[in-house]
C-alpha cells in the first residue's frame, strides 16, 4: 500500500524553527521527485520546495534561504527545514512524491506561526 505520512507541524512562535518529515512506503522513494506544498485557510495550495532524485533542489522565493528541502532514501523519508518562520508561513504542508504518470500526495500537517 503507498503511503505518504508527514509529521513535525505544530504552534511556533514567529522567528523559530521546525523540521517536517515525510516517511513514504509501498513504492520506490529514490525513485520519486519529491516536492512539499501547502495550502493556507481560504487560498489555493501552492508550491513551497523540491528536491529531484539527483539531489538539485529548488524553492518558491518566498521560503528561499528560509527553508531547506531533503531526503534520505536509505530511510525512505522526506524532510523541510523551516527556519525564520512568519505567520504567512501558517499552513497545512503536504508532501508529494511523483514520478512519470505516478503522483502520490500525503494527508498533511499543520503548521501555525503565532504568538
Known amino acids: 500500500q503507498v503511503q505518504l505520512v508527514e509529521s513535525g507541524g505544530g504552534l511556533v512562535q514567529p522567528g523559530g524553527s521546525l523540521r517536517l518529515s515525510c516517511v513514504a512506503s509501498?513504492?520506490?522513494?529514490?525513485?520519486?521527485?519529491l516536492r512539499w506544498y501547502r495550502q493556507a485557510p481560504g487560498k489555493e495550495r501552492e508550491w513551497v520546495a523540491g528536491?529531484?532524485?539527483?539531489?538539485?533542489?529548488y524553492y518558491a522565493d518566498s521560503v528561499k534561504g528560509r527553508f531547506t528541502i531533503s531526503r534520505d532514501n536509505g530511510k525512505n523519508t522526506g524532510f523541510l527545514q523551516m527556519k525564520s518562520l512568519k505567520p504567512e508561513d501558517t499552513a497545512v504542508y503536504y508532501c508529494n512524491a511523483s514520478t512519470g504518470g505516478r503522483d502520490y500526495w500525503g494527508q498533511g500537517t499543520k503548521v501555525t506561526v503565532s504568538s
Open positions: 528536491i529531484g532524485i539527483g539531489g538539485n533542489t
Open positions: 509501498g513504492f520506490t522513494f529514490g525513485s520519486f521527485s
